[in-house]
């Protein structure tokens, strides 16, 4: 460690009682050539940094913290196990070696502006980081080869907010984020120039199992990752809103989604515009969205743009978006998208082939002809009205096949047109008869025989109209 003693080792503990920053950039340049520049004026020991939050060499911290500008860190600034009360904030710093947070409790973290990398190892390693207020990440640089990953935070729990808004950070050789169990009461911030680039099958991103109680929020940031998910949040929860939209962009490359979402539990609203999600290797696996929850009717995409993503999705043939999708749209009383929904679903299950058997397929493709799956029972109606029309118009054009009976005035002789409607309506109607045929009825003649074979192909179709319009209107066809 670099002696405590020394004038920049006295500022800055002195900076410490008093509350106050001790910048050592100025107005001069933060970006990362100038930082690499920095020599021993600006180089501050990470082993003093240790001691002043262990609270050896500050008796009386101001609550304020240990706030550091424009710094070169010297070593891997050691924070694991460590328990403080004295919040860390640097702000535009380097640090070559990164931080080893692993089961710290730290009132905050600030590390804003900051260049953070290791060779070989996480450059924020912080497995079960107990950290009371923010952690805030936004504008830093992470750079990382380890295949444990860039920012390490399995297991964490955060009180506050996880802020990496315009944050940058890649990893050559494993995930960017690793927030595997994470806990966050506030908000995670994922946005507004936030890019993560990572490798690895199971993401760039990953939030499997992660709880998050204000909103995660994704909004114009980036994620890529050349050979695997882009974001994986399977089983992850979040309490209020999520947010995929407005310049939002996700690379993956693996048949099980670009965006794995699925068990994920939403408990506010869902805004997604897909047109950044993208999957080169595998273009029609951009979602893994089974089992995903959320309430309220989703914002960014039209029920048309909902199914079309549902059908390209999975590969194999799935329920449940559909039914999620179409639950919020029914507790908003939209009936028409309920059935739209609900039926595109059908359509999948058969063209997906989900349905047991060419039988179960073929009778499926029957109802949803006739019925519109059970959901337009409507369709029935028509063709037995169709059935009707035809007989009428059969009964109309065989001048032969009918002729007044023995019951009428004039027997043998041609019936009237009302008369032939009549005889049309007996012969297709099922149960209601006219009467028409004790007046006219049909001949003995070549047409009439036609005619009445007709008759009974017209009754057997009226009757399976008849009778899939009551199955489906009393919702005996199945629907789902």
Not at 283 to 298: C, V
Not at 367 to 395: D, E, K, N, S
Request: charge should be positive.
């Amino acid at each position: 460690m670099r002696d405590v003693h020394s004038d920049l080792g006295t500022r800055l503990v002195r900076c410490v009682t008093d509350g106050k920053l001790l910048d050592l950039a100025g107005d001069e340049p933060v970006d990362e050539p100038a930082m690499r520049s920095w020599g021993a004026s600006r180089t501050v020991d990470a082993g003093l940094i240790r001691e002043i939050l262990r609270g050896r060499l500050a008796s009386d911290p101001d609550p304020r913290g240990l706030a550091l500008r424009g710094a070169r860190i010297a070593g891997r600034l050691d924070l694991a196990n460590l328990t403080t009360g004295v919040l860390l904030q640097l702000r535009d710093c380097f640090l070559p070696e990164g931080i080893e947070a692993a089961g710290a409790s730290l009132p905050g973290l600030v590390l804003a502006g900051c260049l953070i990398e290791h060779p070989v190892e996480p450059p924020l390693a912080g497995d079960g980081l107990r950290v009371a207020g923010n952690i805030v990440l936004t504008g830093s640089v992470v750079a990382a080869h380890s295949e444990a990953g860039a920012v390490r935070l399995p297991g964490a729990r955060v009180g506050g907010q996880l802020n990496c808004r315009n944050a940058k950070i890649h990893n050559s050789a494993g995930p960017a984020l690793d927030g595997e169990s994470l806990q966050v009461d506030g908000h995670v911030l994922l946005s507004y120039g936030f890019a993560a680039v990572g490798a690895g099958e199971d993401g760039a991103v990953r939030l499997r199992g992660a709880h998050i109680a204000g909103q995660l929020d994704c909004t114009a940031g980036t994620i890529h990752n050349p050979s695997g998910f882009a974001l994986n949040a399977y089983n992850l929860r979040v309490d209020q809103a999520v947010f995929f939209w407005h310049g939002f962009v996700a690379i993956g490359a693996t048949g099980r989604g670009t965006l794995r979402l699925r068990d994920a539990r939403i408990g506010g609203l869902l805004a997604l515009e897909p047109d950044g999600i993208e999957n080169p290797s595998h273009p029609y696996a951009r979602m893994n969205i089974d089992g995903l929850t959320y309430s309220g009717i989703p914002l960014g995409l039209s029920v048309d743009g909902w199914l079309a993503l549902l059908r390209e999705g999975p590969r194999t043939y799935t329920a449940q978006p559909y039914q999620q999708l179409a639950a919020v749209h029914r507790a908003a009383g939209h009936d028409r998208e309920v059935r739209r929904i609900l039926m595109e679903q059908r359509r999948h299950q058969i063209s997906s082939k989900a349905l047991a058997g060419p039988g179960a397929r073929t009778w499926a493709r029957l109802t949803g002809l006739t019925l519109g799956y059970g959901y337009q029972p409507w369709r029935a109606l028509i063709g037995l009205f169709a059935v009707l029309m035809v007989a009428v118009a059969l009964c109309l054009s065989t001048g032969s096949a009918l002729a007044h009976t023995r019951n009428s005035s004039s027997p043998g002789t041609a019936c009237t047109t009302v008369e032939r409607v009549g005889v049309g309506l007996d012969l297709s109607l099922p149960l209601i008869k006219t009467g028409a045929r004790t007046q006219c009825d049909l001949t003995d003649r070549p047409a009439g025989q036609r005619l009445a074979v007709s008759g009974w192909g017209l009754q057997l179709l009226a009757r399976a109209f008849a009778t899939l319009f009551v199955a489906g209107f009393t919702g005996v066809i199945r629907k789902t």
